[in-house]
Protein backbone atom coordinates (compact mmCIF):
# COMPACT_ATOMS: atom_id res chain seq x y z
CA UNK A 1 0.00 0.00 0.00
CA UNK A 2 2.05 3.23 -1.59
CA UNK A 3 0.69 5.80 1.03
CA UNK A 4 1.59 3.73 3.89
CA UNK A 5 4.83 2.88 2.22
CA UNK A 6 5.44 6.66 1.69
CA UNK A 7 4.31 7.18 5.48
CA UNK A 8 6.96 4.74 6.91
CA UNK A 9 9.63 6.48 4.62
CA UNK A 10 8.96 9.73 5.51
CA UNK A 11 7.90 9.54 9.27
CA UNK A 12 8.95 6.29 10.31
CA UNK A 13 11.89 5.86 13.12
CA UNK A 14 14.55 3.52 12.96
CA UNK A 15 15.07 2.72 16.69
CA UNK A 16 17.73 0.03 16.24
CA UNK A 17 18.19 -3.10 13.37
CA UNK A 18 14.88 -4.75 14.90
CA UNK A 19 12.49 -2.00 15.70
CA UNK A 20 10.85 0.38 14.08
CA UNK A 21 8.76 3.62 15.63
CA UNK A 22 5.63 5.03 13.74
CA UNK A 23 4.22 7.04 16.73
CA UNK A 24 3.42 9.80 14.47
CA UNK A 25 0.90 7.70 12.90
CA UNK A 26 -0.24 4.44 14.43
CA UNK A 27 1.00 3.84 17.80
CA UNK A 28 0.67 7.16 19.96
CA UNK A 29 -0.80 9.71 17.66
CA UNK A 30 -2.69 8.27 14.66
CA UNK A 31 -3.89 9.24 11.61
CA UNK A 32 -7.56 8.43 10.95
CA UNK A 33 -7.09 8.72 7.25
CA UNK A 34 -4.68 6.84 6.60
CA UNK A 35 -6.32 4.68 9.06
CA UNK A 36 -9.09 4.74 7.11
CA UNK A 37 -7.32 3.36 3.59
CA UNK A 38 -6.06 0.93 6.13
CA UNK A 39 -9.69 -0.26 6.67
CA UNK A 40 -10.47 -0.28 2.99
CA UNK A 41 -7.44 -2.28 1.84
CA UNK A 42 -7.86 -5.07 4.02
CA UNK A 43 -11.82 -5.53 3.95
CA UNK A 44 -10.96 -5.37 0.23
CA UNK A 45 -8.58 -7.83 0.37
CA UNK A 46 -10.70 -10.32 2.72
CA UNK A 47 -14.08 -9.61 0.85
CA UNK A 48 -14.54 -12.92 -0.25
CA UNK A 49 -13.78 -14.71 3.45
CA UNK A 50 -17.53 -14.36 4.75
CA UNK A 51 -15.78 -12.34 7.81
CA UNK A 52 -18.43 -12.23 10.47
CA UNK A 53 -15.73 -10.88 13.23
CA UNK A 54 -12.55 -8.90 13.10
CA UNK A 55 -10.46 -9.73 16.43
CA UNK A 56 -7.39 -7.50 17.26
CA UNK A 57 -5.12 -6.73 20.27
CA UNK A 58 -5.28 -3.46 22.99
CA UNK A 59 -4.01 -0.47 22.10
CA UNK A 60 -2.30 -0.30 18.72
CA UNK A 61 -4.57 -2.73 16.71
CA UNK A 62 -7.24 -1.43 17.58
CA UNK A 63 -7.52 1.82 15.16
CA UNK A 64 -6.76 -0.58 12.18
CA UNK A 65 -8.84 -3.26 13.28
CA UNK A 66 -11.79 -0.60 13.85
CA UNK A 67 -11.34 0.91 10.27
CA UNK A 68 -11.35 -2.53 8.43
CA UNK A 69 -14.35 -3.85 11.02
CA UNK A 70 -16.37 -0.66 9.60
CA UNK A 71 -15.33 -1.68 5.96
CA UNK A 72 -16.61 -4.88 6.46
CA UNK A 73 -19.73 -3.87 8.23
CA UNK A 74 -18.79 -6.61 11.23
CA UNK A 75 -17.96 -5.93 15.03
CA UNK A 76 -14.48 -5.45 16.46
CA UNK A 77 -13.66 -7.49 19.30
CA UNK A 78 -10.10 -6.30 20.69
CA UNK A 79 -8.20 -9.05 23.21
CA UNK A 80 -7.04 -7.59 26.17
CA UNK A 81 -3.65 -7.71 27.88
CA UNK A 82 -4.45 -6.65 31.49
CA UNK A 83 -7.31 -8.56 33.68
CA UNK A 84 -10.40 -6.19 33.79
CA UNK A 85 -12.33 -5.61 37.09
CA UNK A 86 -15.67 -6.37 34.52
CA UNK A 87 -14.29 -8.99 32.80
CA UNK A 88 -13.90 -12.33 34.86
CA UNK A 89 -16.28 -14.66 33.90
CA UNK A 90 -15.73 -17.14 30.64
CA UNK A 91 -12.71 -15.89 29.24
CA UNK A 92 -10.97 -16.73 26.36
CA UNK A 93 -7.13 -16.62 26.98
CA UNK A 94 -3.53 -17.27 25.64
CA UNK A 95 -0.19 -16.46 26.64
CA UNK A 96 1.48 -13.89 24.57
CA UNK A 97 5.47 -12.45 24.88
CA UNK A 98 6.03 -9.28 23.84
CA UNK A 99 8.48 -8.26 21.41
CA UNK A 100 8.75 -4.71 21.97
CA UNK A 101 8.60 -5.15 25.68
CA UNK A 102 9.95 -8.62 26.58
CA UNK A 103 7.47 -9.77 28.90
CA UNK A 104 4.97 -12.48 28.62
CA UNK A 105 1.63 -11.50 29.74
CA UNK A 106 -1.92 -13.48 29.61
CA UNK A 107 -4.34 -11.89 27.16
CA UNK A 108 -8.12 -12.87 27.19
CA UNK A 109 -10.98 -11.89 25.72
CA UNK A 110 -14.93 -13.13 26.74
CA UNK A 111 -16.32 -15.65 25.20
CA UNK A 112 -19.67 -13.57 24.49
CA UNK A 113 -17.98 -12.26 21.58
CA UNK A 114 -16.49 -14.94 19.61
CA UNK A 115 -19.23 -17.90 18.71
CA UNK A 116 -18.35 -21.16 17.04
CA UNK A 117 -19.47 -19.79 13.39
CA UNK A 118 -17.99 -16.97 13.62
CA UNK A 119 -15.26 -16.41 10.75
CA UNK A 120 -12.61 -14.02 12.56
CA UNK A 121 -10.25 -11.71 10.47
CA UNK A 122 -7.22 -11.18 13.15
CA UNK A 123 -5.48 -7.64 12.47
CA UNK A 124 -2.57 -6.18 14.48
CA UNK A 125 -0.36 -3.54 14.20
CA UNK A 126 3.02 -5.08 13.55
CA UNK A 127 3.97 -8.47 12.74
CA UNK A 128 7.60 -9.66 14.37
CA UNK A 129 8.21 -12.92 15.77
CA UNK A 130 4.17 -13.96 15.30
CA UNK A 131 3.56 -14.19 19.35
CA UNK A 132 0.91 -11.66 19.38
CA UNK A 133 -1.21 -13.42 16.13
CA UNK A 134 -0.65 -16.25 17.95
CA UNK A 135 -2.02 -15.61 20.79
CA UNK A 136 -5.04 -14.54 19.09
CA UNK A 137 -5.26 -17.44 16.98
CA UNK A 138 -5.21 -19.79 20.02
CA UNK A 139 -7.88 -17.79 21.43
CA UNK A 140 -9.80 -18.10 18.54
CA UNK A 141 -9.51 -21.86 18.09
CA UNK A 142 -10.73 -21.94 21.78
CA UNK A 143 -14.12 -20.59 21.16
CA UNK A 144 -14.74 -22.76 18.25
CA UNK A 145 -14.56 -20.04 15.96
CA UNK A 146 -12.22 -20.20 12.37
CA UNK A 147 -9.30 -17.94 11.77
CA UNK A 148 -10.09 -16.60 8.30
CA UNK A 149 -7.34 -14.53 7.70
CA UNK A 150 -4.61 -12.60 9.40
CA UNK A 151 -4.43 -8.43 8.69
CA UNK A 152 -0.98 -6.92 9.62
CA UNK A 153 -0.22 -3.05 8.97
CA UNK A 154 3.60 -3.46 8.63
CA UNK A 155 5.14 -7.06 8.46
CA UNK A 156 8.86 -7.17 9.46
CA UNK A 157 9.71 -9.89 7.09
CA UNK A 158 12.98 -10.35 8.36
CA UNK A 159 11.80 -11.12 11.17
CA UNK A 160 10.19 -15.21 11.33
CA UNK A 161 6.39 -14.39 12.57
CA UNK A 162 5.25 -14.27 8.56
CA UNK A 163 7.18 -17.62 7.70
CA UNK A 164 5.78 -19.31 10.82
CA UNK A 165 1.98 -17.92 10.48
CA UNK A 166 2.15 -18.80 6.53
CA UNK A 167 3.65 -22.57 7.18
CA UNK A 168 1.12 -22.90 9.47
CA UNK A 169 -1.59 -22.23 6.47
CA UNK A 170 -3.40 -19.00 7.57
CA UNK A 171 -3.66 -16.38 4.95
CA UNK A 172 -1.35 -13.22 5.86
CA UNK A 173 -2.23 -10.17 4.28
CA UNK A 174 0.31 -7.72 5.26
CA UNK A 175 -0.07 -4.22 3.93
CA UNK A 176 3.66 -3.09 4.22
CA UNK A 177 6.83 -5.21 4.15
CA UNK A 178 10.08 -4.53 5.64
CA UNK A 179 12.60 -6.60 4.49
CA UNK A 180 15.49 -4.91 6.55
CA UNK A 181 16.01 -2.02 8.94
CA UNK A 182 19.77 -2.10 8.61
CA UNK A 183 20.98 1.79 7.72
CA UNK A 184 17.34 2.43 7.11
CA UNK A 185 14.19 1.08 6.20
CA UNK A 186 13.76 -1.46 3.10
CA UNK A 187 10.58 -2.74 1.95
CA UNK A 188 10.24 -6.08 0.18
CA UNK A 189 10.27 -5.66 -3.23
CA UNK A 190 6.31 -6.08 -4.31
CA UNK A 191 4.37 -5.67 -7.00
CA UNK A 192 1.87 -2.80 -6.00
CA UNK A 193 -2.06 -3.63 -6.07
P1 LIG B 1 5.21 -10.35 17.56
O1 LIG B 1 4.20 -10.81 18.54
O2 LIG B 1 4.83 -10.63 16.12
O3 LIG B 1 6.60 -10.79 17.89
O4 LIG B 1 5.27 -8.77 17.68
C1 LIG B 1 4.14 -8.03 17.31
C2 LIG B 1 3.73 -7.10 18.41
O5 LIG B 1 4.85 -6.42 18.97
C3 LIG B 1 2.82 -6.04 17.84
O6 LIG B 1 1.56 -6.14 18.48
C4 LIG B 1 3.48 -4.72 18.15
O7 LIG B 1 2.74 -4.05 19.14
C5 LIG B 1 4.84 -5.04 18.70
N1 LIG B 1 5.95 -4.78 17.75
C6 LIG B 1 6.78 -5.69 17.18
N2 LIG B 1 7.73 -5.12 16.46
C7 LIG B 1 7.51 -3.79 16.54
C8 LIG B 1 8.19 -2.64 15.98
O8 LIG B 1 9.21 -2.73 15.26
N3 LIG B 1 7.68 -1.43 16.29
C9 LIG B 1 6.56 -1.28 17.08
N4 LIG B 1 6.15 -0.03 17.30
N5 LIG B 1 5.91 -2.32 17.63
C10 LIG B 1 6.38 -3.57 17.36
Same mark, same amino acid.
Request: cysteine-free; overall charge neutral; aromatic content about 6%.
Given at each position: MKTLKDKIRFEGRVLSSQVLK???????? &??PRLMAEVGKEFANRF???? &??KVLTIESSGIAPGLMAALELEVPVVFARKRKSL????DLLTASVHSFTKNETNEISVSNQFLMQDDRVLIIDDFLANGQAALGLVDIVKASGAEVAGIGIVIEKSFQNGGSLLREKGFRVESLARISSLEGGVQFLAEVEA
Amino acid at each position: MKTLKDKIRFEGRVLSSQVLKVDSFLNHQ &IDPRLMAEVGKEFANRFKKEN &ITKVLTIESSGIAPGLMAALELEVPVVFARKRKSLTLVNDLLTASVHSFTKNETNEISVSNQFLMQDDRVLIIDDFLANGQAALGLVDIVKASGAEVAGIGIVIEKSFQNGGSLLREKGFRVESLARISSLEGGVQFLAEVEA
